[in-house]
């Protein structure tokens, strides 16, 4: 395992790929350190004696001890693991922890390769190819994103009849050493401050698409990609000085006629298991949302709460009944996620046939589960927004800047101003109220609601995902049964 050092010391290594507004910037770039410090928490974690047992795994692979953020799920109680390892992680910043899609992708891919590898028609060894590079995740502790979301111009439009084929990221040419890809994936978290980048599609394929079923690995400096990097984070502050600095990063990667060597290559043309690739990818990481959303309203609920109490209205009806929103959707987001957990098994839900086994028996949550708690947790993210605008009133909207609350001749006048509550010294309270203008009012404040909406897939892939595979039927049986109707007829 590496430590923190380790992991910027491999950073500070790599090539230079990365656009951000109109510079070309490096890795360690300070506008980049935000959002290394956020990633570096999930090497601390594996280290402290408080944690590690919980940030740690056993290797299914080698028998060593592993991130548990690098490791495959064998057991229900590796998938509880990972949820409360989330949300505590979670919990310390706030927000997103950035290392999960690394260990979702894993995760689906393990079990995707293993199934293509046995496909008639399989263009390489998928599934040995994917063990070794997995070993090296794990060996090295890498930190890997996931780029999923196509680009997918005119929606409504399949990729094979998109106007302009490179909408979804494709095959162009299949060489004896390889493949060359184009196209670009969008919205990409961590891939600026990650070392790899797990490639899969978006949707489910059908046959004609095969140029758009492919898995592979490529390390996130390849000279085959740009990184057009959007950084968002919290103002710096100079006097108010924070517990901890949060930051975060989306690219969008482009491929332009990417050459990617056939030992990278977990797909290539299985059109089945390309569209299981991209479902596998969205449960794990639903269910990971069930770490982390509970954790962000763990935080909300604070934030809520203290508001509350500088404001002197913890008391107030109103102010409990919001309370109690919060609490219900982080705990009910909670529970699905640790049911998904205790219901998984290696086995994926294929339309017609119900849930079928898949891999080679790595643990997968219950979908049903986790997409539930994902979607009744994401859609909640803007009343959140409105319950902390409730409570705190107009006050954050036009907050003074940290140099006017510093200043020599405003200083004190604003410290008067300002002053809701007697018992709480007015330092906490600025501190307080500028940490909650970082959450509900910065300039990093849309791209993590929007994330927290979209993440994953929108609330239409999870509806569509539960009433796809829940058994509306059996209910309309119990109405039968109760009404005295007719029963259904048995299947054969
Ligand atoms: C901050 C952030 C971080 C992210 N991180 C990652 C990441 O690390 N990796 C990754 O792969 N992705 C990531 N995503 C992408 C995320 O998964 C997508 O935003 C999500 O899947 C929705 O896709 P979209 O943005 O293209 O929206 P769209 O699909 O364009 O959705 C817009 C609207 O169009 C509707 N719509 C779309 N298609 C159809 C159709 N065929 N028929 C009818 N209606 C349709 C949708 O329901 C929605 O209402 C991230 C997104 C955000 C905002």
Redesign the pocket.
Known sequence: MRTRAQYIEGLAKKNNNLYFNGEKINRLDERQEATINVMGLSFDAAWDPASKDLFTATSHITGETINRFNHIHQNCDDLHKKQDMTRFLSQKVGGCIQRC?GVDAANALHAVSYEAQKSPNAKTAYHDNWLKWLERFQTEDLVA?????DI?GE??KRPSEQTDPDMYLHVVEERSDGIVVRGA??????ASISDEILVLP?RALKKGEEAYAICFAIPSDYEGIKQIVHLHGTRKREHYIRGIDTGYT?SYIIFDDCFVPWERVFLCGETLHGGISALLFALFHRHSYSGCKPATLDYVIGLAALAAEINGIEKSPHVRELLSKLIMTGELGYAAGFTASSLAKPEVYMPGSGLVPYGPGNYIPNSIYANVGRCLTGEAVFHEQEILCNIAGGLPATFPFEKDLTHPETKHLLEKYLNRNPKIPIEEQIKFWLTFIDFGLSGSTG??Q??AY?????P??EQIAITSQYDIESKKDIVRAIAGMTPRPKKK
């Open positions: 899609m994103s996931c780029a999923q979301t997918k929606r409504l994936k969008v919205h990409i978290s961590e978006c989306d791209t993590a929007y994330g979209h993440g994953g897939g929108s239409i892939m």
